[in-house]
């Protein structure tokens, strides 16, 4: 069935704003916009998946009140309209009030929600989230209407996924540009500690953590010992000792990988789950330092929430542990010169008196 005017000329507008938008929630609240007065709905809402894939996130909404917008979350799991939509199938509510399949009844009955149309946003395969229509009174959708929300989640995703990739790769560049800056600081200096709590410091700003920590390696005691921290407390700094043989982490990172931990509270082999909890760490990155392909220690960060890590986001970590593990090593190549240069002296000076004695005895 053909699309009306009003839907026709919506996709139209809607195509000309997506052409050269690149703010995503700008770009979204355009839609949700179109799409309740194209149709005539009560109200339109678009809600994407968060990191861990298992819960929506409201994007953008127009027509909803407030309340009804803050009832609660919409975990996955929890509901089977998004489950199908999800998977691609348009679901129709034609009575919220009563549906078993809708998740918030009651405050739909309140909000005056009566029928709902919902459909999945999806690029390459890749589930986005979801996009509804809400009408004020239980009713059946036209073809129509579902063409038109087709058409119009297909579009939606193509402006998702643009908008996304245009937003990665500022990021990209801005990281780039911090992690060259907090390069260019850690080897303007060639004092041993100063380079070790800039690093710590730069490494926290440039994935955006709360706090991160520099351990460098004893070979010896094959105890990871505390070279610098920056945003944890005393009390956890003296928490216990980290050796390599009970840190699984650091010993994986060692081998020159970047290890990820979305919450050691609950993860076996973080070591002090506890002493985390109670210093409000959730999620821990670990990076490897090398010198000349030679493991000498690890770089942490830690947020305050959970948080599953970006590939580009492991990147950056490691290459800021490659930058310091390098900063580190020519402050103790230009202390060892320095130092040796002193002894150098000192060993020159003492051989004077007797080099003057034998040239004054000759005499």
Not at 86 to 112: F, K
Not at 136 to 161: C, N, Q, W, Y
Not at 234 to 246: A, M
């Amino acid at each position: 069935m053909a699309l009306e005017k009003e839907q026709c000329l919506a996709l139209f507008e809607i195509s000309k704003s997506l052409v050269s938008a690149r703010n995503l929630p700008a770009i979204l609240q355009v839609i949700v916009k179109d799409a309740t007065e194209a149709t005539k709905a009560k109200a339109s809402s678009i809600r994407l998946l968060d990191e861990t894939g298992k819960v929506l996130k409201r994007a953008a909404a127009y027509g909803l009140s407030d309340a009804y917008l803050k009832k609660g979350p919409v975990e996955v799991k929890e509901s089977p309209v998004d489950q199908a939509a999800l998977n691609g199938e348009v679901v129709t509510i034609e009575d919220a009030a009563s549906d078993p399949r809708w998740q918030y009844r009651d405050e739909s009955r309140q909000e005056g929600i009566g029928s709902v149309l919902t459909l999945g946003l999806s690029i390459r395969d890749e589930a986005l989230g979801t996009i509804r229509l809400y009408f004020t009174h239980p009713r059946k959708f036209s073809e129509t209407e579902i063409e038109f929300m087709r058409a119009l989640a297909g579009l939606g995703s193509v402006a998702i996924d643009d908008a996304r990739a245009f937003e990665r790769s500022e990021k990209r560049c801005a990281d780039l540009m911090i992690l060259n800056q907090a390069a260019e600081e850690i080897n303007m200096t060639l004092n041993p500690s100063e380079v070790l709590n800039l690093a710590t410091r730069n490494a926290a700003r440039l994935i955006g953590v709360k706090a991160s920590l520099i351990r460098l390696l004893d070979e010896k005691t094959g105890a990871l010992k505390l070279a610098a921290a920056y945003g944890l407390s005393d009390e956890y700094l003296k928490k216990g000792p980290v050796e390599i043989k009970e840190s699984p982490i650091d010993w994986q990172a060692l081998k020159g990988e970047v290890v990820a931990i979305t919450d050691v509270r609950e993860d076996p082999r973080w070591e002090y789950p506890e002493e985390a909890k109670k210093e409000g760490i959730v999620s821990v990155m670990v990076a490897p330092m090398f010198i000349k392909n030679k493991a000498v220690g690890v770089l942490r960060i830690y947020t305050a929430e959970p948080r599953i890590f970006l590939p580009e986001e492991k990147e950056l970590l490691k290459a800021m542990a490659r930058h310091t593990a390098i900063a580190i090593e020519n402050a103790r190549l230009y202390d060892l010169a320095v130092k040796s240069h002193n002894e150098l002296i000192q060993e020159v000076w003492r051989g004077l008196p007797d080099v003057w004695s034998s040239v004054t005895g000759a005499a």
